[in-house]
């Protein structure tokens, strides 16, 4: 068994910044590098993202949800 993994698209939102300006410290931007070939983008969410499951405190935490196996896709 492996770790369980909950996958949510969501939608992004691109924003084009500056190569030069966010590139990483020790990156070693190179002075004659064109930064238009080199795109940087921040990108942030264009949907919800923060969802949380929620369980009935009463019941044991098995009895709150249903567990439905099936093969990994190849």
């Not at 990156?27 to 969410?45: G, M, R, V």
């Not at 919800?48 to 709150?64: G, I, R």
């Amino acid at each position: 068994y492996g770790p369980l993994t909950f996958s949510l698209k969501i939608k992004e939102n691109y924003v084009k910044v500056g190569s030069v300006e966010t590139a990483i410290g020790d990156s070693k931007w190179q002075k004659n590098a064109d930064p238009t070939k080199w795109p940087s983008y921040e990108i942030y969410p264009a949907s919800d993202w923060n969802y949380a499951l929620v369980v009935e405190d009463s019941l044991p935490l098995e009895q709150n949800f249903e567990v439905i196996r099936t093969t990994w896709p190849s």
